[in-house]
């Protein structure tokens, strides 16, 4: 349960004041894959220098990509 | 489950992340945000150090890298707890914590909640795992003239309620009367949502020991054998959520 609360933190990382939704925009929540559709793959260097595919992520029950802001602010 | 968090971050930054919170799951570096733009999440209006920021938000994917759930907020200080969207699979059909049991006539309720504690601008969910009694149904969302199985909560300036979700109900043939109705039998869950409120009150409410947000409402029904029809009944329910300070 420990990676849950560590992911609640990240998914709670707040920003400096003035970026979030403009106003006109499309709705964030209609953006990217939705329910049904594939992710688009990925290959990217983690915190320990390997490389890391989308695949190599992906568990027999899935995987849950979090996305966001900064770890620097 | 596998689990990985992806950010325009270089890996050293990452890495620093990592080791001052154990974080031990794969912190991803998009470092010119070509995958936050290929997953089409790009914060266009972020400019300066911010340039090349997504919208933050979680992606539920199955072992096919299919999306099975997902949770962008618009406003940015709202997001999904990871136990609320988990809670959202059938996989994360499991009891959420905290639960209790109620029983009556025609069914068992017990409710629980994703997450015990949290901080002001989670979304989390209030689960209602409901089980008919064995030739018990009760009256689905959509029935007309019968009482539909409904969650009502006490409206509170904490919290913001959300839709409810319900799954699909099942069409129920009642031959003495030729009708169909739209009805659950088997055991079926209903997940609301709220998001807590962040106000200057609600900033500073977790600052008090115990601070709590308590949250109340009653649970209406009306459930029919296959003879005949029972008096509505409604079950108080409440939920309790120890508030945490907001981060920053």
């Not at chain 1, 990382?13 to 964030?28: D, E, H, R, V």
């Not at chain 2, 997001?79 to 988990?86: P, Y």
């Not at chain 2, 199985?149 to 129920?172: G, N, Q, S, V």
Request: charged share 20%.
């Amino acid at each position: 349960m420990r990676c849950l609360a560590v992911v609640t933190v990240l998914l709670s990382l707040a920003t400096g004041a003035g970026i979030g939704s403009q106003a006109g925009a499309p709705a964030i929540t209609d953006s990217g894959p939705p329910i049904g559709e594939r992710v688009p793959d990925f290959s990217l260097i983690d915190q320990a220098g390997a490389t890391r595919t989308l695949a190599s992520i992906l568990g027999p029950n899935g995987a849950m990509l979090v996305f966001f802001r900064s770890a620097e602010w | 489950m596998g689990l990985a968090a992806i950010s325009y971050d270089t890996p050293e930054t990452l890495k620093a992340f990592a080791e001052a919170r154990g974080i031990t799951f794969p912190l991803l570096s998009d470092r010119n945000s070509e995958t936050i733009r290929r997953y089409n999440i790009l914060n266009q209006g972020a400019t300066g150090r911010s340039r090349g920021i997504p919208h933050p938000g979680t992606f539920l994917v199955d072992a096919r890298g299919i999306v099975t759930a997902r949770s962008f907020e618009e406003r940015y200080q709202e997001r999904a707890s990871a136990a609320s969207l988990l809670s959202r699979l059938p996989e994360g059909a499991a009891a959420g914590s905290d639960s209790s049991r109620t029983e009556t006539h025609h069914l068992i309720l017990t409710t629980s909640i994703s997450d015990r504690r949290a901080p002001p601008g989670t979304r989390v969910s209030l689960l209602l795992d409901v089980v008919p009694k064995p030739k018990m149904h009760v009256y689905a969302p959509g029935q007309q003239d019968m009482i539909p199985i409904t969650l009502t909560l006490t409206a509170d300036a904490a919290f913001a309620a959300h839709e409810p979700r319900l799954p699909k109900p099942e069409k129920y043939f009642f031959a003495p009367l030729q009708e169909t109705y739209l009805v659950y039998s088997s055991p079926f869950r209903i997940a609301q949502d709220i998001t807590i409120a962040v106000t200057p009150e609600m900033r500073k409410r977790p600052a008090a020991p115990g601070a709590s947000l308590r949250v109340s409402g009653t649970l209406r029904y009306q459930a029919c054998d296959d003879k005949l029809c029972y008096m509505p009944q409604e079950l108080p329910v409440a939920w309790t959520i120890e508030l945490q300070p907001m981060e920053r």
